[in-house]
């Protein structure tokens, strides 16, 4: 696709936002790559390509080998607890909070669109932010669960049971209460937009059919095919955000956001979002320029602050030292004055 195709088809998924009277959107794993979170089935390198599900991540592989499951999510919860949300969850929240966006219904679990600022959000397939007791029902935050640990297995503090990550596994039903709000909001919804997603999975899978038989509108934004792409009103294929790029400048270096459409969500990052949604999109190519101006003008007063905090470090350590050495002489003085006086 070239550069103007890719530009009117992002043109009209921003009419299609402005027009709908309820836009909901649907999460996949390949939202949270950006952010260092490896998706599931990309051959290579996809999480499922290392390690075999059904011997980890089933429910019959916890409760048959509770520390071998543990093994693998340990370090896995460890490492989601530290990443932090991207331009897209960013967009996303933004979206929601000028009104042009319900709800999110998402397959992860790694809590980032929380931490972007979703406040309607579907999480289908549970979250690392809990964990609860297979025996008593005891909940612990995920701060808490590492204090659980025995032997390599979370144990309840309350009854010693078997702790285990409120994350739906394999060979679990999805959390009911979750699942009928999405197929809910799918039903009602002018527009579905499907982020990240290889819409293969079911039954959540299921919900852009949901949202087509009720008259709704889909948009696709993520890499690679899907089931639905001849149904949709706009696919847009590609990595989410902006791609960065490091180039050297003067003996030092400097970052170029590029700015093309090969990023679908670019045209939905947060700096720009209510002039090209509320407003309209009548050049996204100059209006994606003005962001990477923007954004590489923010960098550089951010520079220019760090650097002026160096000098102000490195003047007050020079000061320090000269007080130092000020000291060291004046001892050195009184030392040598009594040594001639004996």
């Not at 999480?123 to 390599?152: K, M, R, W, Y």
Request: hydrophobic share 35%.
């Amino acid at each position: 696709m070239g550069t103007a195709a890719r530009v009117g088809t992002a043109e009209r998924l921003a009419e299609l936002i402005r027009e709908s009277r309820s836009t909901v959107a649907l999460t996949g794993a390949g939202i949270s790559v950006p952010s260092g979170i490896p998706d599931f089935r990309t051959p290579g390198e996809g999480l499922w390509e290392k390690v075999d599900p059904m011997e980890v991540a089933h429910i019959d592989a916890f409760r048959r080998d509770p520390e071998r499951f543990w093994s693998f999510y340990r370090p896995r919860f460890e490492t989601l607890d530290e990443k932090q949300p991207n331009d897209a969850h960013r967009a996303l929240a933004q979206l929601e909070a000028e009104g042009l966006l319900d709800a999110v219904v998402t397959q992860n679990i790694d809590r980032l669109h929380r931490k972007a600022g979703s406040r309607r959000l579907i999480e289908v397939h549970g979250s690392i932010d809990t964990s609860s007791c297979t025996n008593c029902n005891a909940s612990f935050p995920l701060e808490q669960v590492e204090t659980l640990f025995t032997n390599g297995v979370a144990h309840c503090s309350a009854c010693e049971g078997l702790v285990k990550p409120d994350v739906v596994l394999f060979g679990e039903f999805l959390p009911e209460d979750a699942i009928h709000e999405a197929q809910s909001l799918a039903e009602r919804c002018d527009l579905m937009l499907c982020v990240g997603s290889s819409l293969e999975v079911y039954p959540v899978a299921g919900l852009p059919s949901i949202a087509i038989a009720s008259g709704a509108k889909l948009a696709i934004v993520t890499q690679g095919q899907t089931p639905y792409d001849s149904e949709a009103d706009v696919k847009l294929d590609g990595d989410v955000v902006f791609e960065h790029v490091v180039e050297p400048r003067d003996g030092g270096t400097r970052i170029t956001h590029r700015a093309t459409l090969d990023g679908p969500l670019t045209f939905l990052w947060s700096p720009v979002i209510g002039r090209i949604i509320k407003r309209g999109m009548p050049d996204g190519v100059e209006l994606l320029a003005e962001l990477a101006v923007e954004k590489e003008e923010e960098e550089r007063k951010e520079a220019e602050e760090e650097k002026e905090r160096e000098a102000k470090r490195e003047k007050t350590d020079e000061q320090f030292k000269d007080e130092i050495e000020k000291t060291s002489q004046g001892e050195g003085d009184k030392g040598g004055a009594s040594v001639r006086g004996a």
